[in-house]
């Protein structure tokens, strides 16, 4: 129990680092997690190789980074693989492969869009938006940047409402 709650610090601890862009901090933090995570002999944990995925991706070093993102695939369900999804579509689409990150970023919207996790599915809209544009094809530029709109209304225009009543 000690281990696991210790475990999990680290890893919350090594999410914000990532968030943060501070890289060198979430790589020690995640290094640690992982020594735990070894040492009491617990599962193979699908977040901490999607964090350190994300880690390795901002670092460029894209096939490590795959690696961890298509272990974390095998161990996550629901919000994390739409998660993993958008950080393999951003890995993609950082190395250029503009087909292979579309695939990822539709996969996101047309099969995990029943999990309500509209952070996810936006980032994937957002993604899509950006990538079409590149492609130059405005009709799915607007389908994306539309769906992107309706998305934040309803994720942030409530939280306003009840702001603007408070």
């Known amino acids: 129990p000690e281990s696991i709650n210790e475990l999990t610090c680290l890893a919350i601890i090594a999410s914000i680092h990532e968030y943060e862009n501070q890289l060198d901090s979430a790589a020690s933090y995640l290094k640690k997690a992982f020594e735990i995570n070894r ?7 699908g977040w901490l190789y999607f964090l350190n995925g994300n880690v390795l991706r901002k670092l460029k070093q894209y096939d490590l980074a795959m690696y961890n993102y298509k272990l974390a695939l095998t161990l996550v369900a629901y919000k994390d693989i739409i998660e993993t999804y958008n950080g393999i579509s951003i890995l993609y689409q950082e190395t250029g492969k503009i087909d292979s990150s579309i695939f990822y ?17 936006l980032q994937a809209a957002n993604t899509l938006a950006e990538l079409y544009k590149q492609k130059d ?23 306003n409402e009840r702001d603007i009543q408070s």
């Open 105 to 121: 970023a539709r996969e996101v919207i047309d099969k995990w869009s029943f999990v309500s996790y509209r952070k996810g599915i």
């Open 137 to 159: 094809q405005r009709d799915s530029v607007i389908k994306y940047l539309e769906l992107g709109i309706s998305l934040n209304k309803s994720m942030y225009g409530q939280q």
């Open 39 to 45: 040492t009491v002999k617990l599962s193979k944990w």
